[in-house]
């Protein structure tokens, strides 16, 4: 593969990410009114859609969503190691999501 195809591959693969951007980020915020609501099993799909922002966003050169991501990723853990989230931690989980957002 030459560099220019190369470089026209990773582009489309960019514009597939962005493009598809909105609908993983209506995922999460669907997955955090889940949580508020009492449903546990939402933190482990809001920190598997968070875990793909932040290793697809890095690795496709979208830094500031990939560093956001990585920070509530990280927020996301401490609660499933903790066994769930308090008020406390759906707060600090909006903030984080809301980061994530503004990083798109």
Known sequence: MTQDALQAHLDRLRAKFAAELP??????????????????????????????????GGTMGFAALSGAAAALEAQLDSCLAAGGVGPEELTAIAAGLAAVKAAA
Not at 29 to 39: H, I, M, V
Not at 46 to 51: D, G, N
């Open 23 to 56: 609908q993983k980020l209506a995922e999460a915020d669907a997955l955090l009114a889940a949580l508020r609501a009492g449903d546990g099993e939402a933190l482990k799909g809001l920190r598997f859609i968070v875990h793909r922002l932040n290793g697809t």
